[in-house]
């Protein structure tokens, strides 16, 4: 089954009672029983509920895995692929990930013991020498956060599946129609649905596909010992969104193409960050394990000048000033005192996550306009 029907299709099933072709919001905290452990799968919605069902069997297709374990947030599942782990352990990741994702490990899970320990992945083959006898799980973002860094998924599982090393994949910037890391040998993908999964900006979710049933075992009981579910509205909307996953992402794609290739020839910008580039560092490797480039792109300014990326933040108009992204329509944002407020400044400038860096989410409106939003924004400075 191609992509585009799966997202229509795939673990959605009419509703056997009505026949509604959408799955009904089974908005119940429990469920009658016939008898005493008589429950037909459902006994308490914490545990288990008709809509999260059908949403965790959509993204489990979606990812080409068999398990999809869905949670009341990005942070929440990921919240849970920690949990796997016990004191002592340690996590190696990208140097260049998410804050949200470097506070959970640095200031959650640190002080119960796990150890976080972060490096620049763009080399898979430097990798290796990261590894100790504690490190237990891989913990990759690519694109990254918002470098848009590439990170070679199946070099890097490679090593892994030698060490007898889990790899979980954030697949959050490419989503499933670009990208499928559990096809190149990771164990887990986890995704903010609250992206381009959801895609209109109006459900908080988070999910982690696996393939082994070991996997998905640990973490249901996780998801239900801990409680971090969503409730069925929020997996109705994921499931609605998904809809239109492909024809979204694509048209976005397209979009972001453009604008790159725009800001790459303004006079006034300093670098421009997008896969899409042959120079882009990994390049190569972006176009053998994604299915096109992605629609987010980032620039800075020359000298690092804050003043004027503030300026320019400040007088968009159809890109609004917000965080998230995925969503149909355009965001902009600034990642130092936003999404990354969290990381230290020296820990950034290392990555090249400097203070005027600007993040575009580009949406699915018209390109021209979104081009002429952002030169009349460049006008101002």
Known sequence: MKFGTKAIHAGVEPDPSTGAIMTPIYQTSTYVQAAPGDHKGYEYARTKNPTRTALENSLAALENGKYGICFASGMAAMDAVMRLFEPGDEILSTNDL??????????????????????DMQNAATIERHITKKTKLIWLETPTNPMLNIVDIKKICQIAKRKKILVCVDNTFASPYLQNPLDLGAHMVL?????????????ILGAVVVKTKKLADRLHFIQNAAGAVPGPQDCFLTLRGIKTLHVRVEQACRNAKRIAKYLTKHPKVGKVYYPGFKDH??????????????????????????????????????????????????LIGHPATM???????????????????????????????????????????
């Open 98 to 119: 998410y804050g949200g994702s470097y506070r959970l490990i640095t200031q959650i899970y640190e002080p119960f013991g796990l150890k976080g320990k972060f490096v």
């Open 191 to 203: 995704h903010s649905a609250t992206k381009y999964l959801g895609g209109h900006s109006d459900v």
């Open 281 to 330: 560092p990994n390049h190569n490797i972006a176009t053998e394990q994604m299915r096109n480039y992605g629609a987010m792109v980032s620039f800075d300014f020359e000298n690092d000048n804050i003043k004027t990326a503030n300026k320019v933040l400040k007088s968009t108009k159809l890109f609004a000033l917000a965080e998230s992204l995925g969503g149909v329509e355009s």
């Open 339 to 381: 999404t990354h407020g969290s990381i230290p400044k020296k820990e950034r400038m290392k990555v090249g996550l400097t203070d005027s860096l600007i993040r575009l989410s580009i949406g699915i409106e018209n390109v021209d306009d979104l081009i002429e939003d952002l030169e009349q924004a460049f006008e101002n400075i």
